[in-house]
């Protein structure tokens, strides 16, 4: 139950930062920063906006393996 509400929680993370955190992030990063081109710019908001999934990814992951980690503390029954 641990590792499948680890893997849960990772990819319920990923998908929050996909979809709400990291254009807000990444859209912050690169308007506060001066840059000197353009290429800079868009590596700048790729690097960050990949670096908020994967920072939220394992966010997700610790948050749903601790919680499994209560569920099977719980669990009494025995593996044969």
Do not use: K
Not at 25 to 36: G, I, K, L, M, R
Not at 45 to 52: K, M, V, Y
Request: avoid cysteine; proline fraction near 2%; charge should be negative.
């Amino acid at each position: 139950m641990r590792i499948f509400l680890g893997m849960l929680g990772a990819m319920l993370g990923a998908l929050a930062a996909f979809y709400f955190i990291g254009p807000f992030v990444a859209s912050y990063v690169t308007s506060v920063t001066d840059f000197q081109s353009p290429d800079q710019a868009g590596e700048a908001h790729a690097f960050t906006f990949a670096g908020s999934i994967l920072f939220m990814l394992v966010i997700g992951w610790a948050i749903g393996w601790f919680i499994g980690r209560r569920i099977d503390r719980y669990d009494d029954v025995e593996s044969i």
